[in-house]
């Protein structure tokens, strides 16, 4: 276990250092930079400039200054909101993201796990089927239709719920529908994973023992089946958090979110480059932090992991 | 089917054929990529041409085929649709205001309306047999309404003031008579105009005005199956184009995924010891990365360009098809056909190409359609949050979304539903298509996801 816990620690800082590479490499390749903006400018106030943000000096220079910046914190100022840096601006805009997100993450697997076992109980009948066809409705519509159409259907057309306003995490009215459009698609992956995992083993000799020793049904679902059930949704909880974060740029586009996503976005078309850098490598180290959460969690629960 | 006529390729494809909800999404993903292939045919409105003085305007509305200007000038070529100029005499009414348009401001209070027109109040509006305009915020004009009584101080007629609208702004236009204006065309040249019978040298008539449009005797007229966005464009053809290039993006960045996959993939497995570690490593970490954001940056700092678009999505999809093709090369290397490749002389190469990857076929195909819409999904993610690519000024449907979301109002909601449904229906078809042929090909995961 220690070696495995090992093994994936050392490897989370060389998936950091790839990100930011990749990300630094891109920036350097594109054409322009930020003062070949609207006008023409002073050479010589252009040389300062240079100098000031360190252009001048040769690209490995500026590399390896780039990532102490980094290692220290400093993601630099934001090149189109003049009064603010970029770490201000994450640290007003991410908590805002990451309420949703976990809100969000814990209904997809409230209602997912549910359906999917329910659905792997009663294999084939009805109920499976329905939700099934249902889980595969929720993969292939993608957010940014679902969002607008719930919008039609429940803020315009039936009037229960506000359209687009965000005020904060105690007025839940305004909460229901950005987090359940961002919840459906993991809802239905969850399902269907979960589903799949718990026919994999409610057919095992185990779980025919359990039930021979006459442990009720509901115990030998719950105790002896639904572990082993888990490890697919626990393998899928890493990439889904990367899902979840890409999700929300389109939720805090739609319904008005003050978040990080929609900073994103707007920095993305504003090219606010400092900006832009600064919320990928932010949600760069959150994928990877939930990354190497969700291995450790697996190997806690599926020992096969451990000693591969 | 007899079990021993059948070669394992052809039970594959019964199997398939049965799964009826899959041969339903075959079926669809076909038509519909046919429906965009044929697009001009099916609908030749240009999806690109603004009509603004239309607006958005309901499914199956139509209107005389014009431009936003109309003009004859005698011994110059003529200016007007391009079906109407092919005719050699056009015949046009328009309409002439005698009068100027009147606004009327209507404004909810305490659920009664209270009407002005410019500072005159009004008691009672009308529009039994009149049509009126709302007017949006931008200047243009919304929802025709008609056939309705506003009174002052009454509550409003239904449907009026959209769920916590306060404020309505109707136009109603000047009292007007129609012109008529006849035209003679010879080899594209205008030779003759003449104004209610009078011969005038030239006529300019604003898309706005124009009633009908005769030309050799057939009445021209555009109609809109699905309506009309905010410009005046026409939805179905803006669908069908932009499915285009939502299809194109899905099958080409698909492709991309595919050989760089599945080449990585086969190397991987067939070399097998460090080279294969090495190589199935670097998967790993790079499974860890948020591609979407890299592709972001990307598309940010290269400018949007298709062809960028096609190889990043192409680059964040191929790791999944690389273990698939891995995990079937290992499985396979080691069994008596390839060893006796081996043994005839076959280089490593040809061994690859000629034994292992057709041997890898199935899986790859059934991924392959799974990654088809995921891609499609990806690009439209991005054309929703602004980062679309156009080609030729056609949107694509992640675009058209968007569009219809940004004017999203009760009354205009086709300008969502339409865009929505093609695109939900279609992924939806390649996922069930997908699912089916990775049940028909290999039968034990029919119960996996």
């Known amino acids: ?308 | 089917m007899s079990a021993a006529a059948a070669s394992p390729t052809r039970e594959s494809l019964c199997r398939l054929l049965r799964n009826r909800i899959a041969v339903a999404g075959l079926v669809f993903a076909l038509a519909m990529s046919l429906a965009c292939a044929a697009a001009p045919w099916i609908a030749p409105s240009d999806p690109t041409l603004p009509r603004h003085w239309l607006g958005a305007r309901a499914p199956g509305f139509a209107h005389p085929d014009c431009r936003e200007t109309n003009e004859f000038v005698v011994g110059q070529s003529v200016e007007i649709s391009a079906r109407a100029a092919r005719a050699a005499r056009i015949a046009l009414t328009a309409r002439e205001s005698d009068s100027a348009a009147t606004t009327y401001r209507l404004v909810l209070r305490r659920g009664t309306v209270q009407i002005t027109a410019g500072t005159d109040k009004v008691p009672v509006l009308d529009l039994t047999d009149q049509h009126a305009f709302a007017v949006d915020v931008d200047g243009t004009l919304g929802t025709q309404r008609t056939g309705m009584v506003i009174t002052s101080g009454q509550a409003p007629p239904a449907g009026l003031f959209a769920a916590g609208e306060q404020v309505v702004l109707l136009r109603l236009q000047g009292s007007s008579r129609e012109v008529a204006y006849q035209a003679a065309i010879d080899g594209g040249k205008v030779t003759a105009v003449t104004r209610d019978g009078a011969a005038v040298a030239r006529a300019a008539i604003s898309g706005e005005d124009v009633v009908r449009i005769v030309a050799d005797g057939n009445e021209l007229t555009v109609r809109h199956p699905l309506g009309t966005d905010i410009q005046g464009r026409d939805l179905l053809s803006r669908i069908l184009h932009g499915g285009r290039i939502s299809l194109m993006v899905g099958a080409v960045a698909t492709l991309v995924s595919l050989v760089i996959g599945v080449l990585y993939g086969a190397i991987s497995g067939y070399a097998g010891r460090r080279t294969d570690r090495v190589m199935m490593a670097s998967v790993d970490v790079l499974y860890a990365i948020p591609f979407m954001f890299l592709v972001i940056l990307l598309l940010v700092y290269c400018g949007r360009n298709i062809l960028v678009l096609f190889i990043a999505l192409g680059a964040v999809q191929w790791l999944t098809m690389a273990r698939i093709v891995r995990g079937q090369v290992l499985s396979l290397k080691n069994r008596e056909f390839i060893l006796a490749a081996r043994a005839s002389g076959l280089g490593h190469w040809r061994i690859l190409t000629r034994h292992l990857i057709p041997n890898c076929v199935g899986p790859v195909i059934v991924y392959g359609t799974l990654t088809i819409p995921m891609v499609i999904m990806e690009e439209s993610f991005l054309a929703f949050i602004g980062l679309g690519v156009q080609q030729n000024g056609v949107d694509s449907w992640g675009a058209l979304i968007e569009q219809g979301h940004a004017n999203l109002t009760r009354d205009r909601t086709w300008l969502l539903i339409f865009p929505a449904s093609a695109m939900a229906l279609t992924l939806l078809a390649l996922n069930v298509l997908g699912d089916g042929l990775r049940d028909a090909l290999d039968p034990r995961t029919r119960d996996r996801s």
């Open chain 1, 1 to 308: 276990m220690l070696s495995y816990i090992l093994r994936r620690l050392l490897m989370a800082p060389l998936v950091v250092l790839v990100l930011v590479t990749i990300s630094f490499v891109i920036i350097r390749a594109a054409p322009g930079g930020p003062f070949s903006g609207e006008r023409r400018m002073d050479p010589v106030v252009e040389e300062a400039l240079r100098a000031k943000y360190h252009l001048d000096e040769p690209l490995a220079m500026q590399y390896v200054r780039w990532l102490g910046d980094l290692c220290r914190g400093d993601l630099g100022p934001s090149y189109k909101q003049k009064t603010r840096t970029v770490n201000e601006i994450i640290a007003d805009t991410l908590p805002t993201s990451l309420f949703l997100g976990a809100l969000s993450l814990l209904l997809a697997l409230f209602v997912g796990l549910i359906a999917g076992i329910l659905g792997a109980v009663r294999q084939d009948r009805a109920w499976d089927h329905a939700t099934m066809l249902l889980a595969m409705v929720g993969l292939s519509i993608p957010t940014f239709v679902i969002g607008p159409m719930l919008v039609l259907v429940f803020a315009m057309h039936l009037g229960w719920l506000p359209v687009a306003e965000y005020k904060g995490p105690w007025h839940p009215s305004y909460l229901i529908l950005p987090a359940v459009t961002l919840a459906i698609p993991f809802a239905a992956r969850i399902a269907r994973l979960s589903r799949a995992g718990m026919l994999d083993v409610i057919n095992a000799d185990f779980i025919r023992t359990a039930r021979a020793k006459g442990s009720p049904e509901m115990g030998v679902i719950l105790r002896h089946a639904l572990p082993s059930a888990m490890i697919p949704v626990v393998g899928f909880l890493g990439p889904a958090v990367a899902a979840l974060l890409t999700g929300s740029l389109v939720i805090e586009k739609i319904f008005q979110i003050p978040g990080l996503g929609r900073e994103f976005v707007e920095s993305a078309t504003n090219r606010d480059y400092t900006l832009v850098m600064g919320t990928v490598i932010v949600y760069g180290l959150i994928v990877l932090l939930c990354n190497l959460l969700a291995d450790l969690l697996l190997g806690v629960i599926d020992p096969r992991i451990r000693y591969e």
